[in-house]
């Protein structure tokens, strides 16, 4: 591998062909031996296999030619690199292209090179195209495209495009953006449901099959005390009801649970929720794990309770009321009969009497008027003053029905009277305190007032033993109020409930009909009875 | 693609490189790889700590082959100390390397 050497050797090492023989070496003869040298160099490197490349100066530039592939790395690159990479002449024909962007079209290379690139874009992305290549540069540009593939079908990809002047091409590298977009879409889902979570009202968890919390929502990290994401779901919630603790293992399989009420221990609270749970299945179809709700019905149930207590002791008012009603139908139409007995009683005992004895006295008149004027006058007067008792009796009838002082005098005048009567007939004192002025009641209202009196008083007479009575009547801005007091023996709660009850339920029924109301009570620091009613002024009193 | 790739191992008390070299590569050709690799072995076993290695790219930047009028690649230029010298190959001939950066004599 020498003999190139040599050649150079024997130039070098011959003093009659520099012609200078025995003189000293000049520069130019050093330079010269330099040159040699390198000469030497290069030709025992190219023989020993030792470079792989040369540089090929001209005046302009100088331009490196390889022996060996250098491109043969960046080749392999290209080629094996996730992304599409492709060349573009400047009219956008497709001189190269790798295989990933032949894959990516789902067609071979060797149908790509020679072919316009805007065959394989979509409107939008040949438009997008177009505008870039009398722009592109040496600076990179990067911009979105839809990729055509040989069955139609879009698919997105994001392209980044350099120019080089030098060879008048365009370089692009492209990349598939369906993963990505398909993940941005999953990120976005994931985002969804993660709000849901959130905000849902209802406690969430997501447990996979062993029944380890892997998501919980924020509901349900308020149903418990530490931090549920990571533990054993049973450790985290004291469930107290029908399948607890849950078997997660067989809600994998199907297993459902549906609004189930349980009781949820939570430190020192108990709280009542209801509990769902089931499996929940990806996107294709397989089992990851156990969704458990539970929702907080600890408020409704409460509500419930107050409800159902509410509607308990309306019904204990209804009955209660009824009851009343029941009782007061009773009397009164007892009431009614001993009214219409006593009517009967006292037409057939006063008027009956009085009438057959005028009959007789008439029938005697006819007989004796002929013979005796004298007998026949004394007659007729003895009838005169029989007429004159029919007719006294008649208006004591009529004014129990319905007191006539009452309308003709008002409330005031009438009570007066009646306390007079009952005065006179039980022998016990009375003392009564009315208004000069008349209340402003009505006549009903008026009557309601006046039956109050005359219930009282029969109960005093009846039950009291009582030696005086004191009855007054007073007004206010708002009311006019009927006070009966007596210093009897007094009325027990049991004498309330037995004797005097459907009494004293008449009383309140009368009062309570214009909006008024009625109290019996014992006298307060003394013995006896107080009854007070209240009927509140429909029209504004006199001043 | 490693144009003006400095490997400098200069540990000595002065704090510069005592030997300044530079070699001339065409890319990623095996002998430019091999050469590169060549030359660390080689400083590192004689030079440790008082060189500097410049790596030019030839197939980045062209012109810079007529600075040192380097005709094949790769090829290793010694810088400093003076005077200048090349040697040209991939340096896979320790031996002939030594000789050509005067680091031993040749063998007679």
Redesign the interface.
């Known amino acids: 591998m020498t003999l190139p050497a040599r050649a150079f050797q024997i130039a070098r090492t011959d003093p009659a062909s520099t012609g200078r023989s025995g003189a000293a070496a000049t520069p130019a003869d050093e330079e010269l031996q330099r040159r040699f040298e ?1 000469f030497e ?2 030709v ?3 023989v ?1 296999g ?6 090929v ?1 001209s005046a302009a ?4 030619f ?3 592939n ?2 043969r ?2 080749r392999l690159l290209v080629e094996n690199m996730q992304q599409g990479g492709l060349t573009l002449g400047l009219d956008g024909v497709i001189r190269y292209a790798n295989r990933q962007f032949a894959r990516m079209l789902d067609v071979e290379v060797a149908d790509l090179v020679g072919r316009s690139v805007f065959e394989f874009l979509s409107a939008e992305g040949g438009t997008r195209m177009t505008r870039l290549v009398p722009t592109v540069g040496t600076e990179r540009q990067e911009f979105e495209i839809g990729l055509r593939r040989k069955n139609g079908v879009l698919i997105p990809a994001l392209a980044s495009a350099v120019l080089d002047e030098e060879s008048s091409a365009i370089f692009i590298i492209v990349t598939d953006l369906t993963d990505a977009r398909r993940q941005q879409a999953l990120i976005a889902e994931e985002a969804l449901s993660g709000s849901i979570l959130e905000q849902a009202v209802d406690a969430i968890l997501v447990c996979d099959v062993d029944g380890t919390v892997r998501r919980a929502s924020h509901t349900a990290r308020d149903l418990c005390i530490v931090e549920p994401v990571g533990l054993a779901f049973s450790s985290v919630y004291d469930l107290r009801g029908p399948g607890t603790p849950l078997d997660f293992k067989r809600l994998a399989k199907g297993d459902m649970l549906r609004k189930i009420e349980h009781e949820l221990v939570v430190g020192a609270q108990r709280v009542t929720v209801l509990l769902s749970a089931g499996p929940v299945v990806d996107r294709g179809g397989q089992v990851f794990g156990v969704l458990v709700t539970m929702t907080d019905i600890e408020e409704r149930k409460r509500a419930e309770n107050v409800l159902r207590e509410a509607h308990d002791q309306l019904a204990a008012k209804v009955i209660e009321r009824t009851a009343e009603l029941t009782h007061l139908s009773h009397h009164l139409m007892d009431v009614a009969e001993e009214e219409r007995a006593s009517i009967a009683s006292e037409l057939h005992d006063d008027m009956g009497g009085i009438l057959t004895v005028l009959s007789m006295q008439l029938s005697k008149l006819q007989t004796v008027l002929p013979q005796s004027p004298e007998q026949a006058a004394e007659l007729a007067q003895t009838a005169m003053d029989l007429v004159k008792e029919i007719t006294a009796s008649q208006r004591r009838i009529v004014n129990n029905l319905r007191p006539v002082m009452l309308d003709s005098f008002g409330l005031n005048e009438a009570l007066r009277q009646h306390v007079q009567a009952w005065h006179v007939h039980t022998g016990t004192r009375v003392d009564i305190h009315v208004p000069s002025k008349t209340v402003p009641l009505t006549a009903n209202e008026s009557l309601a007032l006046f039956r109050v009196l005359q219930e009282s008083l029969t109960n005093v007479a009846k039950h009291a033993r009582a030696t005086s009575v004191t009855v007054a009547l007073g007004q206010d801005e708002r009311s006019v109020t009927l006070v009966i007091e007596d210093d009897g023996i007094g009325t027990s709660a049991e004498t309330l409930d037995k004797i005097n009850s459907q009494g004293i339920i008449g009383m309140r029924e009368r009062v309570s009909r214009f909006g008024g109301w009625l109290f019996v009570s014992r006298r307060e620091g003394s013995k006896g009875t107080r009854v007070q009613a209240t009927i509140p002024t429909s029209a504004p009193s006199d001043p | 693609m490693i144009a003006g790739t400095d490997l400098t191992d200069s540990t000595n008390t002065s704090g510069a490189a005592q030997w300044a070299l530079r070699l001339y590569v065409a890319g990623q050709t095996p002998r430019s790889l091999r050469a590169a690799e060549n030359l660390k072995r080689i400083c590192d076993e004689h030079l440790a700590g008082q060189y500097s290695i410049e790596i030019v790219d030839l197939l980045v930047n062209p012109r810079l082959a007529k600075e040192d009028q380097i005709v094949a690649i790769p090829t290793l230029v010694r810088k400093l100390p003076n005077p200048m010298r090349k040697i040209i190959g991939d340096l896979s001939n320790t031996e002939k390397a030594l000789v050509g950066l005067q680091l031993t004599r040749a063998k007679e």
Do not use: H, R
Request: zero cysteines; proline letters at 4%; glycine letters at 0%.
């Open positions: 390198e160099q290069i025992s490197a190219i020993q030792e470079v792989d490349a040369f540089v100066s530039s100088e331009q490196v390889t022996l060996s250098a491109e790395p960046y």
